[in-house]
């Protein structure tokens, strides 16, 4: 299984972008995917997750301001990101886990993408 992040840029502080995460490899249909940032000296945080069903579950610090989604069809998982903050500046990866049920842990994912930089100006 692959994944590969895309969308990472640069914007001013409430701005807006929107990754996308391609899944290649990956068969099965009981899975669920989230979205992790982490900027460097701290740990890798998720903040949004979203299961084969469609049920999302968000960290407060992005609640109302971050939107994950998925095509199934294209095998794409998306990140709407608006009103973009400066401390929102972080790599942002994509992770794959092969069951559902609500995580944000990082063993709890077997794979990973490869982290597209977003970096918020304000």
């Known amino acids: 299984v692959q994944l590969m992040e895309s969308g990472g840029g640069s914007v001013q502080a409430g701005g807006s972008l929107r990754l996308s995460c391609v899944a290649s490899?990956?068969?099965?249909?009981?899975?669920?995917m989230a979205w992790f940032r982490q900027t460097p000296g701290k740990e890798r945080e998720g903040f949004a997750f979203i299961e084969s069903t469609g049920t999302t579950n968000y960290a407060d610090f992005v609640k109302g301001r971050f939107t994950i989604s998925q095509d199934n069809a294209k095998r794409t998982l998306y990140l709407q990101m608006n009103n973009l903050r400066p401390e929102d500046t972080a790599m942002y990866y994509c992770a794959a886990r092969r069951a559902n049920g609500y995580s944000f842990k990082i063993a709890d994912f077997d794979y990973w993408g490869q982290g597209t930089q977003v970096t918020v100006s304000s």
């Open positions: 490899g990956y068969t099965s249909s009981n899975y669920s």
